[in-house]
């Protein structure tokens, strides 16, 4: 290695589980002649993850595999790059790993001026090539190692061409011929060649589509449909980069104090370059773009007549490590309309981390008493639990207290020890979107009477509906390129929540369900 904290090492001595497993799927996964199955490894990673020096291993680890075997003689390794610099970069790494092992240094030459190295006995080159299709016409390489794959795809159009131009010179080395494919997720919509090879490796992941091992996806980016995971957890960023950890080679706290002051300047785009660039996290692909009946209706909304009115159903979001905790209570009226209210609860540590833009909507919502503070995660489950139960001890078996069961470990598990009925588990997708659609209906017809306070406003505003390659689904409005967003969306899925309570467990004099057309 020749960076960080284990510069100086031998890789095979530092290298972490996914990479050793790979490097033993490759080379150890052959066919009955014992030629090597995989012809082409696609993998996106977060950036830091030593995602360029573990491809020019790779590519090294091909050309001494060959050269030991006697074959491949003269053959060419290509090595693409969206920039000069870039690919000086990766072909650094191989001349110095070549440099200070002792049974290499011997075997290679180099040539500067070509940006050339060569394995001596076997005659094999190891060059580094423009993204240009005048630069790949006629060679027929055994190998192409092409970095940050979605930046020569985003900026050249004829990348598509040039990749299929370099395959075709690599037909020529038949069983020999291996892509090494690597990339972080681009800061803006996935495009061209890396975009058909993203759709590709994820319906072999999602769906099981392979070609007995031949393509070879390895994609660390974040699982979206998993609601139980918080993307304010620095322990879950693994997922997105591997090297995040306490063994990796991409400090943990480091990443922590780079999302910190991305998140503090206010800026949508700074956190999305950080999620994209560190976590893998794609931006959206389509976004619903017009406002809500909701959204259009809510400054112009009721209040309720009574705003401490007794609740029929109590519905939490109990968020995450920096997300605030939400509980909606919701009554209907005389009307056959709805009233809600809610109360949010952060921790100390949450207040502190937020940005600019999002502690000013925390400031307004903490002096309207909307927002509570607590000095720890333990403190403020209590209190939403004490103030939950308070309505408990009115209502009896009657009220109804459900909703999302994931976010804060341990919170419904603990609550539900106390309630008189069972927590009712909302799911917190696209069955939601009925819910959401009575409360557009309600809005619509001014029989919604919220208690509009500073942090739901924000939140109701800033809750989109989003269409992606698994349907609809609800998202953030702020979340820009990054699928993520600052200014939380917990009070409106609260609010949905209760909704949800209303239309499916709350018995009532009425059918809500009427309300949706």
């Not at 957890?233 to 943990?252: F, H, I, K």
């Not at 809600?340 to 600019?356: K, N, S």
């Not at 509570?372 to 009115?394: N, V």
Request: net charge negative.
């Amino acid at each position: 290695l020749t960076q960080g904290q284990y510069a100086g090492q031998p890789f095979g001595d530092t290298m972490l589980p996914w990479q050793r497993e790979l490097i033993r799927y490759i080379w150890g996964h052959t066919d009955a002649n014992g030629d090597r199955i995989t012809r082409t490894l696609f993998c996106k990673i977060g950036k830091g993850a030593g995602k360029s020096t573990f491809a020019a291993m790779l590519a090294l680890c091909h050309v001494m595999d060959l050269a030991m075997r006697g074959e491949g003689y003269r053959g060419l390794v290509l090595l693409l790059s969206p920039t000069i610099s870039t690919a000086d970069s990766v072909m650094g790494h191989i001349v110095e790993a070549i440099k200070f092992d002792p049974e290499l240094a011997g075997q290679f030459k180099s040539n500067v001026a070509r940006r050339q190295i060569t394995h001596v006995k076997s005659g094999i080159v190891l060059e580094i090539a423009p993204p240009r299709m005048d630069a790949v016409v006629g060679r027929r390489p055994i190998c192409l190692l092409a970095d940050e794959i979605h930046l020569m795809a985003a900026e050249n159009r004829q990348f598509t061409q040039i990749l299929d131009q370099i395959r075709k010179g690599g037909t020529n080395a038949g069983n020999l011929y291996l892509e090494i494919l690597i990339s972080t997720a681009p800061t803006d919509v996935a495009a061209g060649a890396y975009s058909e090879l993203l759709t590709t490796a994820r319906k072999q992941r999602d769906e099981g589509l392979g070609d007995g091992g031949r393509f070879c996806p390895i994609l660390f980016e974040w699982p979206h449909d998993r609601d139980d995971l918080d993307i304010e957890d620095p322990n879950e960023w693994w997922r997105g980069n591997p090297s995040a950890v306490s063994y990796g080679t991409m400090a943990l706290g480091t990443l922590i104090e780079e999302y910190d002051t991305a998140k503090r300047t206010g800026v949508p785009r700074n956190v999305a370059l950080f999620l994209s660039q560190r976590l893998g996290i794609e931006p959206n692909q389509s976004r619903v773009g017009t406002r809500t009946p909701l959204q259009e209706a809510w400054a112009d909304l009721p209040a309720p007549a009574d705003p401490a009115h007794p609740p029929t159903v109590v519905a939490i979001d109990p968020g995450g490590q920096d997300d605030p905790g939400a509980v909606c209570y919701a009554w209907r009226t005389d009307d056959d309309g709805v009233g809600m209210r809610c109360q949010q609860y952060l921790t100390r540590q949450g207040l502190d981390r937020a940005g600019d833009a999002l502690r000013a909507v925390y400031d307004q919502a903490i002096a309207a008493g909307e927002l509570l503070i607590y000095d720890s995660g333990g403190a403020l489950d209590d209190a939403m639990t004490q103030h939950i139960l308070k309505f408990q001890e009115g209502l009896g078996s009657s009220l109804i207290v459900g909703g999302d069961t994931y976010g804060r470990a341990g919170f419904v598990p603990s609550l539900s020890k106390h309630l008189w009925n069972e927590f009712v588990s909302v799911s917190q997708g696209w069955q939601l979107l009925r819910a959401y659609a009575a409360l557009d209906q309600l809005a619509a017809d001014k029989r919604l009477y919220p208690v509009k306070t500073p942090l739901l406003s924000a939140n109701v505003e800033n809750l989109i509906l989003e269409d992606g390659p698994r349907g609809r689904r609800f998202a953030k409005r702020d979340a820009a390129a990054s699928g993520q967003g600052q200014l939380k969306i917990d009070g409106a899925m609260a609010m949905v929540s209760a909704a949800e309570l209303l239309l499916e467990h709350a018995k009532a004099p009425f059918d809500i369900r009427a309300l949706v057309g």
